[in-house]
């Protein structure tokens, strides 16, 4: 399956690796800060950039406890609710618009995770070309089903996730829309390294049918090499103008100049993979004749002298002579004409 997006970019098997920057929340509502996340993640290299998009009302209560991590980096629920945080980084539709076309002038794709109903029909009706799914939706069918029904391409993260639920969110998806990619993820912030648990992509790739990925919230980098090497055909990373910044995700998000180093990771990753295909490599050429041997005469040989482990040696000779995997066919051959000690043996000097 090929998944085939605006900017001529393609999420699939035969091509490379999707890259997202995930902005998320970490614009914390200010304009000017999330038009720069945009020019930063383009400026890196990254395919797309990802806010999220939700109204708060119709995702949460106002009482809702907050998760572990949200507390650690913005207070306990009576220093800040969960509530009052989430409205303080709602985008509005004019912003979206705005964004849109920062992204557009920078040509990289826009892309935002809905949260509800409402927000699936907002980024719709702005024309979005694929959709993500947050890990916390994983598991809500009726809304992976509404999502599913718009028809465009949709990539669902699968943290915190027995796989019994991620086949049950798959076949209630590609009932109505094949175009699906999954992602590995782990629902920490940051998550540690042993939990990475990579080798569930090819299990997901193998029993569903569909395009992996990898949704990366550990702070190293070598999950991200690590994925790309399993066949990776989508990365996700949070990113950030200044881990410093007080919000919820910063802290787990890594700065531009990483953002710029990753990207360049992966790409070199990718090239250094090739295409499969085993063969002699271009800069092998001139170091394949040098370095191999081939047969020479071990002592003078007189015409019609039979070949054999006591004439014959290999040695490296820059490329003159026969093959020394062609040995047990000149053994055993007569020699058409006089060869000198250390002379290269040649299919003309055999009859």
Request: proline residues 4%; glycine residues 6%; aromatic residues 6%.
């Amino acid at each position: 399956m090929e998944i085939i997006l605006p900017n001529n970019k393609k999420i699939g098997d035969k091509n490379p690796c999707f890259i997202i920057a995930e902005a998320g929340v970490n614009h914390n509502g200010d304009k000017d800060m999330a038009m720069e996340l945009v020019r930063v993640a383009a400026r890196a290299g990254a395919d797309a950039i990802k806010f999220q998009t939700f109204i708060t009302e119709n995702i949460i209560l106002k009482n809702a406890p907050k998760a572990e991590y949200h507390i650690k980096t913005t207070g306990k629920d009576d220093e800040l609710s969960w509530y009052k945080l989430l409205k303080s980084q709602e985008i509005s539709p004019q912003l979206h618009k705005e964004l849109i076309k920062e992204c557009k002038k920078e040509s990289i794709l826009f892309m935002s995770t809905p949260y509800d109903y409402e927000s699936v029909d907002l980024l719709c009706d702005l024309g979005i070309s694929i959709l993500k799914v947050a890990s916390t939706d994983a598991n809500n069918i009726a809304y992976l089903q509404y999502m599913a029904s718009k028809q465009i391409p949709i990539i669902l993260s699968t943290a915190m996730c027995e796989l019994g639920e991620v086949k049950k969110s798959v076949e209630a998806i590609k009932e109505i829309n094949e175009q699906l990619v999954l992602l590995q993820c782990t629902g920490n912030y940051p998550a540690p390294l042993s939990d990475a648990n990579l080798l569930s992509m090819n299990e997901m790739k193998n029993i569903f049918n569909v395009i992996v990925g990898y949704s990366d919230h550990v702070e190293d980098d070598i999950c991200a090499i690590s994925a790309i090497a399993l066949g990776a055909k989508v990365y996700e990373k949070h990113f950030t103008l200044d881990q410093n910044l007080p919000g919820p995700d910063h802290n787990a998000s890594i700065e531009p100049d990483a953002l710029c180093s990753l990207i360049e990771k992966i790409r070199k990753t990718e090239m250094s993979l090739g295409d499969g295909n085993k063969r002699v490599m271009n800069s092998e050429i001139v170091n394949r004749k040098k370095l191999r041997k081939y047969m020479i005469a071990s002592k003078p040989i007189k015409k019609g002298d039979i070949f054999n482990s006591d004439n014959i040696a290999v040695k490296r000779t820059g490329g003159a002579g026969i093959v020394a995997d062609k040995y047990y066919d000149v053994v055993g051959k007569v020699a058409k004409t006089d060869i000198s000690l250390e002379q290269p043996i040649t299919m003309e000097s055999i009859n």
